[in-house]
């Protein structure tokens, strides 16, 4: 595809949406996806460089009422700080597990 001059031809342009496509269903394939439920109180940690991501809608329940509350919340993580406040907690809680490991890469 041209990006010098912002022109493309026809065919760059629909080879461009077939790729498109394409990688859009491998991200939705069930094989490809892993749904959490999490309940009041829970979290999820998700490696940003490691792994794509997404919320799905919801509906009010009976159980939930009509009105339901979602609460998103963001924050970033220097691995190295949060590996070495788990290790300061390991040693002070005389914790021999879960083995804590060096570098974040081992846990992807």
């Excluded at 595809?1 to 491998?26: D, G, H, P, R």
């Excluded at 009976?62 to 788990?86: A, C, H, Y």
């Excluded at 907690?89 to 005389?94: E, H, V």
């Amino acid at each position: 595809m041209t990006v010098a001059n912002n022109k493309s031809t026809t065919e760059e342009v629909l080879a461009f949406y077939e790729a498109y496509y394409q990688l859009s269903k491998l991200f939705n394939s069930s094989s490809n996806l892993v749904s959490v439920h999490l309940k009041p109180g829970q979290i999820v940690m998700i490696h940003n460089t490691r792994v794509l991501h997404g919320r799905t809608g919801f509906k009010a329940t009976p159980e939930t009422g009509t009105k339901v509350s979602r609460w998103l919340q963001s924050t970033f993580l220097e691995w190295d700080m949060v590996f070495s406040k788990l290790r300061i907690l390991q040693k002070n809680l005389g914790l021999e597990t879960p083995h804590l490991y060096t570098e974040s890469n081992d846990f992807f």
